[in-house]
Each structure stands twice: as C-alpha cells, then as structure tokens.
C-alpha cells in the first residue's frame, strides 16, 4: 500500500490504431451523426476563420468611406455567419449525443451479452469491481471521446489550412510571418500534452489508491481496532494523501506554466504581426489596416485548433486501454458454448418445434447420467479429477463426501457443464453432453451452491427468480418446505421484504434457506446441492429434513453431504479423495466395509482424545 | 446562496494568505493581460493611421511611456517586443496564480482526506455498523474531489472572469463610455441565462445519474450473481433487464446532450450577439469618426476576452450548490465523535496481566429495538478456557464486542483483572485482547504483513512459529511466493479455512492476554480444527481463551461452557455435565450428532 509504483510506460506508447478502427466500428450504425460532427466540424471552421476577415473588410469599408451597400453586405453577412455558427454548434451537440449515448449503450450491451456467455474460469480471475468498470466507466470514456474526436479533428485541421491559405493568399509575407507562430504552438502544446498526461495518469492512479485505503479503513475497521493499528494506518494514509497531493500540485504547475506559454506564443503572433504589417502600411505597400487587424486576430486564434488536436490526442492515449479492456473482452470467445452443429440443430428445431422436444430438438427429459472416464486439471501436471466414472440411474440420489479438496465441488460443477471435461465424457441419457444445448441442460439443473447469492429486491422475487410468473401460493410453498416462511413472515414487508445488495439484509443462514426455496420452485429435473444449507441453524436444519428428502426422491440428486440424515437416506453414497471414488455403497454396506466412510464416521464421534 | 457562499468562503480562510496572493497575482496578470492589445491600439491610431484631431492624452501618455510617435515609427519591432514583454510577465503572474490556488486547494484537501482517515479510523465501530461502506467512500472520495475541483478550478474561474471583466473597465471608460456600454450590454443576460438554464436542468443531470448507478448496480449484481444466473440459465431474462435500464441510460443521457445542445447554442448566439453589438457600434462611431480603428480593435479584443469567462460564470454559479451539498457530506462524517474523546484510562502491562474477566449485570440493547442482552453475568477466571454457544441472534457476538469496547453496555459492567473496562485506556486494552472473527478481514499485501500486522516488530522465527500453531505454515509455503504473497484484490484468493487460520496465526503472534475467536474455525475442517485446538491447549494458561462456535465438538474441551439464548445464559457447566441435563446444549449435541455435523468441517474449505 504504501509503496507507489504506479506503471507509467505505457504512458509514453503510441496510438493503437488497428484498436481504434475496430472500436470506431461500433459506430458504424451511427454514420449518419459521425458525418454530421465531422461536416460540422468542417462549416464551423470557414465560419470562424471567414468572421475575422469580415471584420477586417469592415473597417477598411468604412475608413475608404465605400458605398453602403458594400457595408450592409459585409454586416448583414457577418450576422447570418455568427447565426450560422449557433445552429451548427446545436447541430453537432444533437449530433454527439446521438454517436456517443448510441455507442456507449451498443459497446455495454454487446459486452454484457458476452459476459452471460464467458466461462466461470474468466470470472474466478476477474476481480467483479473491475468487470463492471469496463461496462461502465470504460464505456463511457471510449464512446463519449469519439464525437469530439470527429469534430475537433476536421475543425482543427481546416481552421488551420483555410486560415493558413487564406493569409498566405492576401499577404504572403505577413502570412509567412504570422506562420511562425504554428510551429512553436505545435511544440510546445505537444510535449505538455504529454506531461499533462502522464501527471494525470499518475493522480488517477494515486486517487484508486487513495479509494482502497478508504476501504481497508472502513471495511477492516474491527481488524484495525482489536489490532490497535490505527496510528500506523494514518501514517500510511498520510503518505498516500501526501502523494496525492505531490501529484496534483505536479499536474497544476504543469497546466500553470503550459497556458500561459501558450498566450505569450499568441501574444508574439500579434507582435510580429504589428511590427512586419505596420512597416508595410508605413510604406503604403499594399496593406490595409483592416487586413492588419485580421492577421492579429488570427494569431490568437492559432493556439485553439493546435490545443484541441493535442488535446483530443491525449484523449485518445488516455482511453486506449479503456479501449483495449472492452475489445478484449468483445473479442474473447467463450470457452464452453454450443457447438456449430448444435446451433444449426437449434435454428431447425425452433422452425418445426415437437412436443416433448428440448429447444435443440433432442430429448427434452433427463434420465439418466453417466461420466466416462473423466479427467479434469486445470494444469495438466495437478488434475483434480482422474478416470472418473459414475453412471446414476433414474430418481437416484447420490451423496458425495470425503475431504476438502478432494475434488466433489469440481464434479458438481463439471454436471452443471460449468468446466468441460478436459478428457472423457458425461452423457445425458446417452447423448455427450457437449451435443447438447447448453442453455437446456442448465435449464434442467437446481443447483443450490454453498455461498448464495440474492438479487437486491424483494424476498418473493428472489425465490421466483427461475419462474417470475410464479403465483404468491407456489413461493409460499416453497418457502414453507425449507421452514422459511416464518422467519419471512416476520421480516418488516414480509414475502416483500427487500434483501439488500447480494441479500446483505439477511444472515447467511436465511440467504441459504432462500437459495434453497428458490431451487425448488424452479422444479428442475436434476437438483444439485454443494453445502447447501451449512450455514442454517442446528435446530431448522433438523426441521427441513424431510421436505428436502420429499424433493429430491423424484428426480436424481447429487447432494454434496454435509448431514448424516442425508448422506443415510441417499441411495449411494461416493466417498471422493484425491479427484477419485475411493468407496461406494449405501450406508449400511460401507459402514460394515470398514474403510474410509468408518474412520470419517469415527471421527466425528470419537470426541477428544 | 448566501449562506452557501458563506460556509465554502469559511473552507477557503483556511489558507487566506495564499488565496490573497493568488488573487493577487490573477488581477496583475489580467491587467498585463488588457495591456497588451493597448499597444496596436497606440501604434495603429498614433502612428500608421494618426487621426484628424491627433492622439488623445490617454493616447499620448502610452506613447511617451513606449517612447515617443517618432521613435516607434522608426522602430516598430520595439511595438512587437513590448506586447511580448507584456503578455510573458502576464504569463508570469498567470503561473503564480495557478501554482499559488492550486497550493492552497491542495493543503485544504490533504487535510481534509487526512482528517477523515483518522475520524473513521478513531470513530466508534457502531457508526460503521450503521454506515454503508459504499457511501463512506464516496464522502471521502468523490465528495472531497468535488470540493476540490470547486476550490481550485471554480473559485478561480469566477474570480477569474470577474477581474477580466473589472480591470479593463477604466481602460475602456477611458477611450470611450459609449463603447463601453456597448460591450457589456449583454452580459448580465448571459449570465443569468446560465444561472437559470443550469438551475432548471439539473433534474435532467441527476436524472443521468440515477440511471447510471441503476446500469452499474445492474451489472454488479450479474456479475457477482453469475453463478445463480447460469444455475438457473436466466441469462436472456437478465440480459433482457439490463436492456431495458441500458436503454434508459441511454435516452436520459441523449436528452441531457439534446438540453445541453440548446444551452451551449442559445449562449453562443448570445454571446456572439454581444460582439456583433460591439463590433457594430464600434463600425458606426468610426464611420461617424468618434471612434479610432485602433481602439475599435482594442474593443473587439477586449470583449472576446472576457464574454467566455462570464459566460462559464453563469454555468459555475449555478453549480456553487453541489460544492456545498458535498462539503456537508464530508462535515457530517468529521462531525462524528471519536472514540476517545474525553478518555484516559489506566495503562495495562501485559506481563503481569492474568486475563480474568468478569461480567457483572450486563445489559445493552442497539438503540431504540428490544435489548440483545439481558443482565448477563458470569466470571473468567485467569488462565482459563470457556465457551459461548447458543442458537444464531442469542447474544454471543455482542459479548466479544462490549469485552473489545467496540460498543458500551447500557448497564452493569466488566472487569479485567478487576479492573472495570473504562477505566482503562482503549488502546492498552486492546492490545492486550485479540479476536477472531468468522470472516477475517485481510489486508491487501503480503501474507508475511498481514500475520505481523499487530506487531510490527515481530521476528521471522515468531511468525513462522504463530503460522504453525494455526496450521496455516504448510499452505503458506505453498504458495509460489511463500511469505511474500500477497492477497486481496491484487494478490491470491484465499478460501474461507485460510483467512481463518491466518487469522488466527495473526492474534496468536501477538502473545495476548485474551484470545477471542468468534466462530473463527467455522470453516476449518475438523482434522485441522482438532490440530489447532491442540497447539492452544498447549499454550493453555498463557492466555484467557474465549471460543464462540456452532459446532460443538469445537467447545468440549472448555472448562466451562455458557449456554446463551434470547440474551440471557440459560445454562453453564462443562460439557460432560451440560450433556446430561436435558436442555438446549443436549438436543443440540443430539441433532449435530445424530446429523453429523463434523462432515460440514471436512468439508468445509471448498475449492473454487
């Protein structure tokens, strides 16, 4: 924490342009406004570079004492331009809108709909904080630049050539004077752009920091009070709020010396201006003081297109990995999805659909399953799971127990097709899972999973999660089988009663029974249960044991154990080590058998020694 | 307004010598800034274009000050350098102004993130039970990024755009009251237009905002949900959610644009009508011959100088009220009482402690709701070991947390070593007391930090030697970086039965007088558990040990067992004696048993 090393190489990088390209194709739907910021861009700058040349015209008219035709003209086209600019400025912030929300709400919807399909491994090693910043603030700081990108990019060149051409053109001298000046902008603005943005890269990075001490405070505050650490963690604050500030300061000093450079450029633009333009007007050699006037504006006005084309350039290298995050993640193909052949077999079942069909055309019912010869590692020289077979007949319940580790969890997850198989197969009524539809098969499955999770809203909608149209009787059934209607009752609002966040509101015990309920209304076909009720009480434990054993006796289970109650009543249990079946056999026959399931049975009774 | 003005000028008088000199600095830096188009003002009027009733005196004092008609004439490079000269040293004073506020701004900010550091690292463990972490954080966070961009970019743009506008004023009054006028007839519009706009559309802002955090809840709770989600293959049913708040974001987000769109136009035109105003009186006084052409360019200079800066001042007054909405936020956590306040206590010397605890009528309740506990008594003697058990909600966490004084009892009182527990200083007691908790809480560094974290000075040998008694060593060295992993966020994932036994290696190192583990084996595997309790048996009579668990075969080897339930202690006694009376503890020990409750703990450290 307290050492700050934050990565400023990449600072220094190019832009990627492939990477742009590809993003820019989200944007594509959106062509029509992209055109409209980049014509705007274009119409803005004659607009701006036209109004200082009006003025200039103005004057001389007036000095020459022309006609007043010439001078209503000039004026009244002076007028219809700055109301022009207006329109167009409306026009393109419509415009933008339209390229940045569109995209902003494509790249999120695209991103979200792989995010349903990614494997579980991408999300065991993806942190969900930083998973949802890509959908939000990476989102957001890639589309929201692009409108601006077009706009400030064909303004800023034209305004640079059409004002450039057009001096060079009234007065190739003065013009090539007043010139000067673009160079040193370009310079200057480019190497403080640079610096501006690896200082603010470096407070961004700080400022996460920053957000992380605040949390460890906050989050960890009974760890840090019973281990009196509370001097040493303001100590180690301090240092990061002190880099915060270094930081700040540095990017403030930069931003302070970089400004003013840049009005003294603007500054030296008019001065070489006054001096060249009036020894020519000392001269009389052809230029009018309208002219001059002119050219003094436009050295100001230099300094804008420069500072916004180096701006929208330090955009761009700020959001590239923005950028390169979403694309990954766009680009990354999931792992464990439908098959070609199953995607066509879907299309044709949808347009001539059977009764009793599944959505792949397949049978719709599971009866029967079976691994053959299943390995499963997720480094080839550790496997977790080795030659595994098990063949479970209809309505079997199978309990699985042994010790941590040893590999139960990864089977249950390998049913629910959560990992694949690395070698082998499991079949569904004889058909590898894998020529199946994946969203049948899960759809078919009750998994209850030992940490549950809840959706922010209320409890009846938790447990109709798997069948929103569910009536309020079939939830109170449900939750009456797992003994959770009292204690719902007894919530403020109820079977209405929000949750909070991830089910925070209620204890583990309670999320658990819900989870649980939830299962049930979902009336699956196969139910699997990992540890699914450890965290309920002793006593209401006790109490649901038999609505749960009503439940799985109609269809097959495989219940990681965790009562005795359970792993009794269930026709076969699998004493798993080591990735492998070391015993089976029903309760009785594997008590008598002496092995492994005694000793675990001892043990437990055996009290201290 | 007023009053809001008032309590963010009170934030900036905390460094009021700085922002004086900034200020300072920014009206020099603008007067140099309006001094500059002065010079072509002079040169074109006095010298390329003298008019028919020659220079007027404010005319002919600027030219003698750049050294006479003739002189300039001669030398009109000298013209170029002076408004060089002038716009560097403006330059020079802009810098001082931005590096100055900025110094400012930061010192106020540095303390003020430091000051709430250390008031939610000092405030009672209640607040934070009653505050949700999310909105802590984002008081400390983007509420003081508020105040500090309010402080250091908006304070110094409206301070800004006044003395752009203020100190050319007696310039301009000086070549022409008329033209003046002229130019700064529009502004009082302008800006109140963008007071006013900003005002009414600020529905539509937070509107955007709403949505957003409706968007990111959305994706959070997917995200943290997956699992259920493909368990129950909700994916089109979510995917269709998100759709529609993803589509609501969107709509709300184009109408802010399209709002937007009409401001920043219908400002342009007003701000450019103040120019066309300007520039067309400025055309009619030269046609009349009341006006120079230098002076014309001095106006029209003029006014884009300062027509932007008062046009963000609209848009910024407007937004004076979130610096303010964000300021009170932050004073509602520094307003917090600490935990020591008014506070010095007895200190206790750890070597002589014996560890005996008494409870003496404890009664304590959480605010208004009925009392978690009921007049609770019971004695430890020194040395000892005992348990709390009882069903969830019966009051055994909340003894851990009056015993650490992480909440006060509303009545009775508690004594260590006979000593009652206000009498001593809070941080000598805890330091003398260590818990575990069910779910530890790590820091994200490595796990050699983590186990030293409540002795920094601990050697190498200790640590190892703790890691061992928690049987946790073995997966330490596990890991490919050993010690020197780090976890978190950052670091490994490490499952439930680790945090717990590191944990526990932590208190351990400490060598503490009380040792408290709150349910802190629940997700250690019996085998393990029965190794851990071993090693502390071992250690028996070097410290007072308090075990609350569930599992009853953690606490039967305690001398003595509380039974607790609704608050109050229904039962004591040892476990043999406990097991023979019918009661809570017996029908327990029978249905765990009966149940087999041990296999939750072989199988309890559940591997991804």
Same mark, same amino acid.
């Given at each position: 924490m307290t050492q700050l090393s934050p990565h400023v190489e990449d600072v220094l990088g190019s832009v990627d342009r492939g990477l742009w390209r590809r993003i820019a194709g989200h944007g594509y739907p959106y062509k029509k406004s992209a055109l409209s910021m980049i014509g705007s861009g274009i119409l803005l700058a004659v607009i701006e570079s036209l109004l200082p040349l009006i003025t200039g015209y103005l004057i001389d008219a007036i000095i020459g004492k022309a006609d007043t035709s010439q001078i209503t003209w000039l004026a009244v086209s002076y007028v219809g331009l700055s109301i022009g600019f207006c329109i167009l400025v409306w026009w393109f912030i419509v415009a933008a809108g339209r390229l940045a929300t569109g995209m902003a709400h494509d790249i999120r919807r695209a991103s979200f709909v792989r995010l349903q399909e990614l494997e579980f491994s991408y999300f065991d090693t993806q942190p969900a904080g930083w998973l949802v910043s890509r959908l939000t603030s990476d989102c957001r700081k890639v589309a929201s630049l692009m409108p601006w990108l077009l706009l400030d990019l064909s303004w800023g060149i034209t305004f640079l050539v059409v004002v450039s051409v057009g001096m060079l053109i009234i007065n190739w001298l003065l013009g090539l004077c007043v010139l000067v000046v673009v160079p040193l902008l370009v310079l200057v603005t480019f190497i403080f752009e640079r610096k501006l943005l690896r200082s603010s890269r470096l407070m961004r990075k700080t400022n996460s920091e920053l957000t992380a001490v605040y949390n460890e405070g906050i989050s960890g505050v009974r760890t840090s009070k019973s281990l009196t650490r509370e001097v040493e963690n303001i100590d180690e604050f301090q240092s990061v709020s002190q880099a915060m500030r270094d930081y700040t300061m540095l990017n403030a000093v930069q931003t302070s010396i970089f400004l003013p450079i840049v009005t003294s450029i603007g500054g030296m633009g008019v001065g070489i201006a006054l001096w060249v333009g009036g020894i020519k007007i000392e001269q009389d050699a052809g230029l009018s003081i309208g002219m001059l006037i002119a050219f003094m504006q436009y050295a100001v006005l230099f300094a804008m297109p420069v500072r916004e084309l180096a701006a929208r350039l330090s955009d761009l290298k700020g959001a590239q990995a923005a950028g390169e995050r979403i694309q990954g993640l766009l680009e990354r193909e999931p792992e464990i999805q439908d098959s070609d052949e199953v995607r066509s077999r879907i299309d044709a079942a949808t347009k001539g659909k059977r009764s009793g069909a599944a959505v792949d055309g397949g @049978?719709? *019912? /599971?009866e029967t399953i079976e691994f053959r010869d299943v390995s499963f590692w997720y480094k080839p020289e550790e496997?977790? /799971?080795?030659h595994f077979d098990l063949s479970i007949r209809p309505a079997e319940t199978i309990a699985l127990v042994g010790p941590t580790g040893g590999g139960k969890t990864t089977i249950a997850s390998l049913l629910c097709r959560f990992y694949e198989p690395c070698a082998g197969g499991i079949f569904m009524n004889g058909v590898e899972y894998r020529k199946r539809s994946l969203h049948w098969l899960q759809s078919s499955l009750g998994i209850v999973l030992q940490q549950p999770h809840l959706f922010s809203g209320s409890v009846a909608r938790n447990i109709a999660y798997a069948q929103p149209s569910a009536t309020i009787e079939q939830i109170e059934t449900a939750a009456r089988t797992v003994e959770a209607h009292d204690f719902i009752t007894q919530l403020p609002d109820g079977y209405d009663s929000d949750v909070g966040?991830?089910?925070? *509101? =209620?204890s583990v015990g309670q999320r658990q029974l819900i989870a649980l309920a939830r299962a049930i209304l979902a009336d699956p076909q196969v139910f699997i249960m990992d540890?699914?009720?450890?965290?309920? @009480?002793t006593e209401t434990e006790h109490h649901i044991q038999r609505g749960i054993e009503a439940v799985l006796s109609r269809r097959i289970a495989v219940v990681i154990a965790h009562r005795l109650s359970t792993v009794r009543s269930a026709d076969r249990i699998l004493v798993i080590d080591g990735g492998e079946i070391i015993e089976q056999g029903s309760h009785q026959a594997l008590l008598e058998a002496g092995g492994a399931y005694q000793a675990l049975y001892r043990r437990h009774f055996a009290g201290p020694e | 307004m007023k009053t809001q003005a008032a309590s963010i000028t009170r934030v900036m008088m905390r460094e009021p010598r700085i922002y004086g000199a900034a200020i300072g600095a920014m009206v020099i830096s603008s007067l140099l800034l309006y001094l500059a188009p002065l010079v072509p003002l002079v040169v074109i009027d006095g010298v390329l274009r003298p008019s028919e009733q020659g220079p007027t005196t404010f005319e002919l004092f600027l030219l003698s000050l750049m050294g006479g008609v003739d002189f300039i004439s001669a030398n009109l490079w000298w013209a170029c350098v002076v408004i060089l000269l002038l716009t560097a040293f403006a330059g020079l004073f802009a810098y001082f102004r931005g590096v100055l506020a900025a110094n400012a701004t930061e010192r106020i900010v540095q303390k003020m993130r430091d000051d709430l550091y250390q008031r939610l690292q000092r405030a009672p463990v209640g607040f934070i039970d009653r505050s949700e972490t999310g909105d802590l954080i984002q008081r400390c966070t983007s509420d003081v990024d508020t105040v500090r961009i309010f402080l250091s970019a908006q304070v110094v743009e409206i301070a800004r755009a006044v003395a752009m506008l203020i100190v050319p004023l007696p310039i301009m009054l000086m070549i022409s009251p008329i033209m003046t006028l002229a130019s700064v007839l529009l502004l009082p519009p302008i800006v109140l237009f963008a007071v006013f706009y900003f005002k009414r559309i600020r529905s539509a802002f937070i509107d955007v905002e709403e949505a957003e955090a409706a968007l990111t809840s959305t994706v959070q709770e997917n995200v943290t949900g997956i699992r259920v989600v493909r368990a129950f293959a909700q994916q089109d049913q979510e995917t269709e959610g998100f759709d529609v708040r993803n589509g609501t974001h969107r709509d709300l987000d184009n109408y802010l644009y399209r709002v937007l769109a009409w401001f920043w136009s219908t400002s342009d035109l007003m701000c450019m009508s103040q120019k066309i105003i300007a520039v067309g009186t400025g055309m009619v006084l030269l046609s009349m011959g009341r006006l120079e052409v230098g002076a014309l360019f001095f106006f029209i200079t003029a006014v884009s100088m300062f027509v932007w800066p008062i046009r963000q001042m609209g848009r910024i007054l407007a937004e004076l009220g979130k610096a303010q909405v964000a300021l009170g936020r932050i004073n509602y956590v520094l307003g917090q009482p600490e935990e020591t306040d008014g506070e010095s206590g007895a200190t206790l010397d750890g070597s002589v402690l014996s560890g005996a605890i008494s409870f003496q009528n404890v009664t304590f309740a959480h605010e208004e709701s009925a009392p978690v506990l009921h007049e609770v008594s019971f004695d430890i003697a020194g040395g000892s070991t005992i348990a709390l058990v009882g069903p969830s909600g019966c009051g055994k966490s909340t003894i851990i947390n009056l015993l650490m004084r992480f909440y006060e009892p509303d009545e009775g009182q508690i004594l260590l070593d006979g000593m009652? =527990?206000? @009498? /001593?200083?809070r941080l000598s007691l805890r330091s003398n007391l260590s818990i575990v908790l069910q779910e530890p809480f790590l820091y994200s560094r490595s796990l050699r930090d983590n186990l030293a974290m409540g002795r920094s000075n601990a050697e190498e040998v200790e640590i190892v030697e703790a890691a061992n008694v928690a049987a946790i060593h073995d997966a330490i060295v596990g890991f490919d970086e050993g010690y020197s992993t780090v976890v978190g966020e950052r670091g490994v994932t490490l499952s439930g039965g680790q945090r717990q036994r590191l944990a526990i290696a932590r208190a351990l190192l400490r060598d503490p007088a009380v040792l408290v583990l709150d349910d802190a084996l629940s997700a250690v595997d019996t085998k393990t558990e029965r190794a851990i309790l071993a090693a502390l048996q071992q250690r028996h009579h070097r410290h007072t040990t308090i075990i609350v668990a569930h599992r009853l075969t953690t606490v039967m080897q305690a001398d003595e067992v509380l039974v607790l339930d609704q608050g109050r202690i229904i039962d004591r006694g040892t476990h043999a004696e406990l097991l023979e009376r019918e009661g809570l503890y017996q029908r327990l020990w029978k249905i765990q048993n009966e149940g087999m409750d041990a296999m939750t703990g072989l199988s309890g450290e559940v591997a991804p």
């Open positions: @049978d719709h *019912r /599971i496997p977790v /799971i080795q966040e991830g089910g925070g *509101r =209620l540890e699914a009720t450890s965290s309920v @009480d | 009652a =527990l206000n @009498d /001593i200083d």
